[in-house]
């Protein structure tokens, strides 16, 4: 069991005064259809293209932050780890069982948010802001498992029909795609010059032949050549995958 002292949480609109007494809580699981919905209602709006992400990220890596709930079972956070667990139930019961079979990772806050409103308005509040920080190792570790749970991986556009690792890892990890890129390029940085030289070489070569894709063929050999591109995307982005 353990304790989460609250001092005060500073909202927008005003400041919320916590009471001095610590909170306890409890990580455990339970059963998805114990999650109730937070006294109140939701205080904001779902955004469906953000769950429809999270629940593509859930199924390749888990998930990462526990959801918040009081003694009753009530949301205090993580609305939209609830939908995209929903979602991920319906369109991908396979995922859904093995990440879940034991229930969902909550975090038990013990009080009743019916009962004190500004204190469950207050754990949101610090739940949503409170992030962990990933080291870089870390997110490539997860980028990893999302190169083999089939994301596109390689620079340039997805095909149709994949899915783009990288605005999935920054929803997971909480960060921006630039600083991901980042994290991700320090990959690089044991490596010696001719490999990384290759790699530079291979990432300018696939962004040049996706580009070429787009031009309207004037000619029978221009025609021709663009028939050939995909053969040749294709080559270029497996020994870019499977490059040091």
């Known amino acids: 069991m ?12 005003q400041r919320i005064t ?16 114990q999650i109730i919905d937070r006294s109140g209602g939701d205080s904001r709006p779902l955004a469906p293209a953000h769950v429809t992400n999270l629940a593509e990220s859930i199924a390749a890596v888990g998930l990462i932050q526990p959801i918040a ?33 034991e229930g969902i990772p909550v975090r038990r806050y013990e009080f009743d948010a019916a009962e004190n409103v500004e204190l469950a308005l207050a754990i949101e509040a610090t739940e949503n802001e409170k992030r962990r920080d990933y080291t870089p190792a870390e997110v490539r570790e997860l980028a990893s498992r999302l190169k083999e749970a ?4 390689t620079p340039g556009r997805a095909k149709a029909g994949q899915k783009s690792f ?8 909480g960060k921006s795609e630039r600083t991901v890129q980042r994290y991700l390029s320090e990959e690089g940085s ?27 063929p004037s000619s029978p050999k ?10 040749m ?7 870019y995958s499977q490059s040091p």
């Open 18 to 33: 916590m009471p001095p007494a610590p909170i306890e809580t409890k990580t455990s699981t339970i059963a998805l259809d």
């Open 190 to 216: 044991s490596l010696n010059t001719t490999d990384v030289v290759f790699r530079k070489q291979l990432e300018q070569s696939i962004r040049s032949l996706r580009k070429l894709q787009d031009i309207k």
């Open 166 to 173: 990288l605005p999935s890892l920054s929803v997971i990890v």
């Open 69 to 101: 709930i009081d003694n009753q079972g009530r949301l205090l956070a993580g609305g939209h780890r609830r939908a995209a667990i929903q979602e991920l139930q319906t369109s991908n019961p396979e995922a859904f069982k093995k990440h879940f079979s």
């Open 2 to 13: 353990a304790k989460t002292p609250f001092a005060g949480v500073t909202s927008s609109a």
């Open 222 to 231: 221009e025609h021709q050549l663009l028939k050939e591109i995909p053969a």
């Open 233 to 239: 995307l294709d080559r270029l982005e497996q020994t």
């Open 150 to 153: 089939g994301y596109h991986y």
